[in-house]
């Protein structure tokens, strides 16, 4: 074989599907065969380019599997998890050839090509083929091998071996189909030509000048990422993808029709189920809930963790059951909607997780606190003082602008790391361990308040929702906008008000922001201090910019200070809790 490239892997179409009773098993949820009438005619005429000697071989890419065995007695079966176009359209090829030879009275022939490359000699899962096609192409993969099949003689010729394809399921017309008779027509038109010395030509070419790699990866969760690096414009692969094969593979055995009611009834609902705010979160679940039995787990080995967990369990059931056991408390730290259905006490702690926007790195301890409330291990108030423990830290850190960094060290074995010592103290201990973790002290913290520029800060939304609460204020879910009262572009009558001096380093603090509605907001603009006060006191829905509007009759570099006193006093108050 002349190569194309230099991977001792690559090989022709002709080796790849004749390896000894090796099959390829496209996942049963896997996207249905799609390739298009423009790309089969590239194809034969790349094949008939060969033919013609325009050029010698032709490279079909790389076909991304993973290699497994359930026991010795077993084929040797491929997953694929990118490669499924061409596999199955040089199945298609070959089955029309093998079609196109028994009409003509070829049948010996026909056949050691059909039992070469068609079939493995040994049923798998009910089906002899070395394609075992996804759930929505059965029903045309097996009115194929019927079209074979119906030459008696050829049938004869195969013995003691048939083709026996997998149940139907799915439509009978569509891509599969039309390509398996386009390529019919094809070596019909190429008899026709050459005769059968003709058809002997192409298909010799395109098992022996036709190349692929083929990249068996030890560990599928690698596949995706093999995938999206070859393929930058397709449909990205996902873990969650790997998961639910594996869990469907349970039942493989299975007719088509219990696999998709199972999908329907169960799966699909537990699926949806992860959605919030227009997107789903199941995918971001996996790690964290991965983590919750093992604090060591490394974010590229969670497939081979879960399945590993899952080796044992063949009733989809369980598996589902055992995922969702963990889901309400990862939700509600995202969403904060109380899937839990905890009392408000608690209720409110991950409410505030989800407004301050928690970092997914607390997410295994969340979790796994939620769930011992539920199974009634742990009492609500005592997860809510943990909770308030963790919140203090976490807003300190964003306060002085730590980024989350390390704080994957910290959360994922924080709660294994209590030994049910669930005290405050406890956790306040457990996180200072971690001695390269900052934990800021309220003189770093009020400091932080008057000089840093918190504008634009993922925290600062919610700081100033916290601080309206703490003035009376209604609970809003958001501030809908941020107001700047030094305007970012003061004009010469603002410098002169404020102490041109201190601008630059005030406008973005927080004690010169204040809450506001998107419609005030864009109304406010450079406006003088004595007219946004007015606006504040008699437009604003939030209590603590209308006090503000009561408190201050001027805004300049003095009443900054004054307010950056007594926001840093609150902080410290609101979030008291230090490193020990």
């Known amino acids: 074989m002349t ?9 022709t179409l002709g080796d790849l599907l004749s390896i000894g009773t090796s099959l390829y098993l496209i996942p049963f949820f896997q996207r249905e065969y799609r390739w298009a009438p423009d790309k089969v005619n590239n194809l034969l005429q790349d094949i008939l380019n060969i033919v013609d000697g325009l050029t010698d071989k032709h490279f079909l890419g790389a076909v991304i599997v993973h290699g497994r065995r359930a026991n010795p007695t077993d084929p040797k079966v491929f997953e694929v998890i990118d490669g499924q176009q061409r596999l199955t359209t040089a199945f298609l090829f070959i089955s029309a ?34 394609i075992h096609s996804s759930r929505l192409d059965r029903t045309m993969m097996s009115a194929v091998v019927e079209d074979i099949k119906h030459d008696e003689k050829l049938v004869d010729a195969l013995k003691p071996y048939d083709l026996n394809a997998l149940p139907n399921y799915g439509s009978n017309r569509g891509p599969l189909r039309n390509n398996y008779n386009r390529f019919k027509r094809f070596f019909m038109e190429e008899l026709e030509q050459g005769g059968i010395e003709r058809l002997r030509q192409i298909y010799e070419i395109f098992l022996n ?3 692929v790699v083929q990249i068996d990866v030890l560990d599928p969760t690698d596949g995706p990422k093999i995938f999206d690096s070859l393929n930058s414009k397709q449909e990205p692969m996902k873990i969650s993808d790997l998961v639910r094969n594996e869990i469907f593979r349970k039942i493989s055995d299975e007719t088509p029709e219990k696999i998709e009611r199972i999908d329907e009834e169960v799966w699909q609902p537990f699926y949806a189920s992860f959605e919030f705010h227009g997107l789903n979160s199941f995918e971001k679940f996996l790690f964290p809930y991965g983590l919750v039995t093992d604090p060591n787990l490394r974010k590229s080995d969670v497939f081979i963790n879960l399945r590993n967990r899952w080796n044992d369990i063949e009733n989809p059931n369980e598996i589902i059951a055992s995922l969702d056991k963990l889901k309400a408390p990862y939700l509600d730290t995202l969403a904060g ?7 408000p006490n608690l209720s409110t702690r991950f409410t505030r997780f989800a407004a301050l926007g928690a970092p997914s790195s607390v997410l295994p301890f969340t979790m796994q606190l939620g769930r011992s409330v539920l199974d009634g291990h742990v009492s609500e108030a005592t997860a809510a003082e943990l909770m308030d423990v963790v919140e203090s830290f976490l807003v300190r850190r ?8 390390g704080l994957h060290a910290v959360f994922k074995r924080l709660w294994p790391d209590l030994k049910n010592d669930l005290s405050a103290e406890a956790v306040s201990a457990a996180i200072s361990s971690h001695k ?4 800021p002290d309220a003189q770093e913290l009020k400091k932080a308040v008057e000089t840093r520029p918190l504008y634009g800060s993922a925290i600062t939304p919610y700081l100033l929702l916290e601080y309206d609460s703490h003035h009376g204020g209604d609970a809003h879910e958001k501030t809908e906008t941020i107001e700047h009262v030094l305007p970012q572009s003061a004009d010469s009558g603002w410098k002169q008000m404020y102490g041109e001096k201190y601008i630059a380093n005030d406008t973005d603090a927080l004690p010169n922001l204040v809450p506001c509605t998107g419609r005030m907001n864009s109304s406010l603009g450079n406006q003088a201090y004595h007219l946004k006060k007015v ?12 006090e503000f509007s009561a408190k201050f009759e001027n805004w300049n570099w003095e009443a900054f200070r004054v307010r950056a006193q007594e926001m840093g006093e609150w902080v410290i108050t609101r979030w008291p809790h230090e490193k020990p």
């Not at 190569?3 to 090989?11: A, G, I, K, V």
């Not at 606006?535 to 209308?546: C, E, G, L, N, P």
């Open 337 to 343: 909607n109380n899937v839990c259905r905890f009392s």
């Open 436 to 439: 390269t973790v900052t934990w």
């Open 398 to 405: 964003a306060i002085a602008g730590y980024e989350p960094t």
């Open 3 to 11: 190569r194309l490239t230099t991977n001792s892997q690559e090989t």
């Open 535 to 546: 606006r504040f006191a008699s437009d604003s829905k939030f209590k603590s910019t209308r």
């Open 97 to 130: 050839l093998v079609k196109i030879l028994s009409l003509n009275n070829r049948q010996d022939e026909a056949a050691k090509l059909a039992q070469n490359y068609l079939q493995i000699g040994r049923d798998y899962k009910k089906s002899n083929l070395r």
């Open 209 to 211: 000048n036709f190349t």
